[in-house]
């Protein structure tokens, strides 16, 4: 990990029970997140998902 | 409101796929935008323990409830509707029904009888219709019965329907059949009699349908709806038109337009509730069906031909877009169509990439390229469990320079173990119920975009 991170990538979650990676970033890019939970079965009509909502914020200013 | 919940079952006639989980699940708004406690269960006739060893292309994805139970995928849709939880006890199969009959059965506790469907099986799947009333104080309990009427998986439960109907009493529970009524185009007209049929079918196991909620390309006419109540034993109101929507968002405002919720709350002689309010609602679908802009979203996986298999992400982006005002155009890739001469031109026309979740060697190569893709053009990724162990490879190999760094769970013997298999999955040899399912605490760090939208 520690090479991963010295490389430029961060560890933004991690399950404090079992020391797991939840999440992990790139700061040096635009958007760059990888999450090992599952957002997909969280977002709702009344809550859609905050980063499924920031992703697509993103992809808006590639355009 | 009523003391003991009341029951409305769901079947399905004529074909699947016909749509009865959004049916199911726009009923269920209608019906708590006025105000009333009300949760969804899907009883599955498959045999199956669940649906987790199912393969995509069989069933579709295998929706995960919070509490880590591989459900069917329509529990999604009732998530995502009716912005409730449902656990593991909104989803019964035939194989749980009979593995705990059989449990019983071994333990004793039917001794010196005959153990057979009726009554044993009937009345597991009677128990297990009203478990979930222990769960809140629910005012209408919908059961959706997967399958269709006429399948000999469904006999079991349309039996046990009959009897639970019986059983509760008038006034206590109702029966809605959804049917599809075919357009022939060399008639020039909509088609009633594989309708008719299909209640009739119904009507032989001792079921009437209260209500008939018809799937059609084309309007209902008056005279169709009367010549449907008059076949299948219903009043014309009773008779539901269920039009091909843009979005299936806009289902439970034609619902509403037909008149379903009123029907199904005079049958269940229910009166004292508000005034529904469905704005938000509306504004929602508005949204989605006026766009500002359009994206595309690249959709890397292995299952990627068949739409169901990655439901929830593809709802998500439907919620997302609208708040976002953008239409999404997912573009599926299929992981296994990728490498380094096809990367480019398969991805540079996106706005963004989207690695999904997914098991096992194949195709990973693919992903792993694509990965490096957006890393390296600033193109936005996103990228769920398999997908964000993909990158953490992808980043070890082409950043950090850990060549062949790669994950035990494809090569258990590499030099640079970047993602290990968790110590309790290094023997599972069964399949089924044992991966890390389910809602786990996260410890989240400052100033991330994780942080921002978590």
């Known amino acids: ?63 | 409101m009523s003391k003991t919940p009341k029951y409305i079952f769901v079947t399905g006639g004529v074909s699947s796929s016909l749509g009865k989980g959004i049916i199911s699940a726009s009923l269920a708004k209608l019906l708590q935008s006025k105000g009333l406690n009300v949760t969804i269960q899907k009883f599955d006739p498959y045999i199956n323990i669940d649906p987790g060893t199912l393969n995509p292309y069989e069933h579709g994805e295998c929706y995960v409830t919070s509490d880590g139970t591989e459900t069917d995928l329509d529990l999604g849709h009732y998530e995502r509707f009716l912005s409730i939880k449902t656990t593991k006890i909104n989803n019964t199969t035939t194989g749980k029904i009979y593995q705990s009959v059989i449990n019983r059965e071994r333990k004793g506790d039917f001794l010196g009888k005959t153990v057979q469907v009726i009554p044993h099986i009937t009345n597991e799947i009677k128990r297990r219709i009203k478990l979930i009333e222990s769960e809140d104080k629910y005012d209408i309990i919908i059961t959706e019965l997967g399958g269709t009427v006429g399948d000999i998986e469904s006999y079991p439960f349309i039996e046990a329907v009959r009897q639970f109907k019986w059983d509760v009493g008038e006034g206590n529970s109702l029966v809605i059949h959804l049917t599809l009524l075919p357009f022939l185009s060399a008639a020039g007209e909509l088609k009633t009699k594989p309708t008719q049929h299909s209640v009739k079918k119904l009507m032989e196991s001792g079921v009437n349908a209260d209500i008939i909620v018809c799937r059609t390309e084309k309007t209902i006419t008056d005279e169709l709806r009367s010549k449907i109540a008059l076949f299948c034993n219903v009043d014309v109101n009773s008779v539901i038109e269920s039009i091909d929507a843009k979005t299936i968002y806009e289902v439970p405002l034609l619902m509403q337009n037909e008149k379903l919720d009123q029907v199904v709350l005079n049958k269940l002689n229910i009166s004292k509730v508000k005034k529904s309010d469905l704005s938000d609602w509306k504004s929602f679908v508005n949204k989605i069906k006026n766009p500002k802009t359009k994206l595309k979203i690249g959709l890397i996986g292995k299952y990627v031909e068949l739409q169901d298999s990655y439901k929830s992400i593809l709802e998500s982006f439907v919620h997302a877009g609208a708040e976002n005002e953008s239409k999404i155009d997912v573009v599926p890739v299929h992981s296994e169509d990728i490498n380094e001469k096809t990367v480019k031109n398969k991805l540079s026309s996106l706005n963004g990439l989207l690695v999904a979740p997914g098991f096992g060697e194949r195709g990973i190569e693919g992903k792993i390229q694509s990965i490096r893709f957006a890393r390296e053009n600033n193109l936005p990724f996103l990228g769920i469990c398999l997908g964000m162990q993909m990158a953490v490879i992808e980043f070890a190999r082409n950043v950090v320079n850990l060549q062949n760094a790669n994950s035990t769970e494809m090569d258990i013997s590499t030099k640079h173990p970047v993602i290990t298999l968790m110590e309790n999955q290094i023997d599972v040899d069964q399949k089924g119920g044992t991966m890390r399912l389910g809602s786990w605490k996260c410890k989240i760090e400052k100033n991330t975009l994780a942080k921002k939208n978590i």
């Open chain 1, 1 to 63: 990990m520690d090479k991963l991170k010295k490389a430029g990538m961060v560890f933004s979650g991690l399950n404090p029970e079992t020391g797991l990676v939840e999440i992990i970033e790139i700061p040096n890019h635009d958007w760059f997140v990888g999450v090992q939970f599952h957002p997909e079965y969280q977002s709702t009509v009344k809550n859609p998902h905050p980063l499924f909502v920031s992703f697509v914020e993103a992809c808006k200013k590639t355009i």
